[in-house]
């Protein structure tokens, strides 16, 4: 049984595209006159992502593929989990974070 019929797909993410894609929610939302948005990801989810089981490059490994499905979400948080985040506490703020705030006025 195949649980992953899109273990092909992949999705080219980068800082750049994260900030556009916020300036381009911003502007819709605002233009359209929404009531709310919602930022479903506020946190990435690399520390979840690094201690979930699974072989992503394993393509028979069923844990590896419901990883690899879910690995859309590992990076769109607004705030970036540093790698010492157990000795920190503090989420550093990426520059999505910023166009978020301003484009609505914070």
């Known amino acids: 049984m195949d649980l ?6 992949s999705f080219k993410g980068s800082p750049e595209r994260l900030n556009q894609w916020v300036s381009t929610l911003v502007e819709e939302a605002k233009s359209n ?3 709310l948005v919602n930022w479903f ?3 990435d989810y690399d520390p ?4 979930s089981p699974g072989d992503v490059t ?10 690899s499905t879910f690995g859309i ?4 948080g607004l705030w970036e989990i540093p790698e010492n985040y157990g000795e920190t506490l503090i ?3 990426k520059e999505g974070l910023e166009i978020w ?6």
């Open 4 to 9: 992953n019929p899109y273990a092909n797909l």
């Open 33 to 35: 006159d929404y009531v």
């Open 41 to 43: 990801n506020a946190f």
């Open 48 to 51: 979840l992502w690094d201690k």
């Open 58 to 67: 394993d393509l028979n490994d069923p844990l590896g593929q419901f990883k």
């Open 73 to 76: 979400w590992k990076n769109m």
């Open 91 to 93: 989420p550093a703020p």
């Open 101 to 106: 705030k301003s484009g609505w006025g914070y």
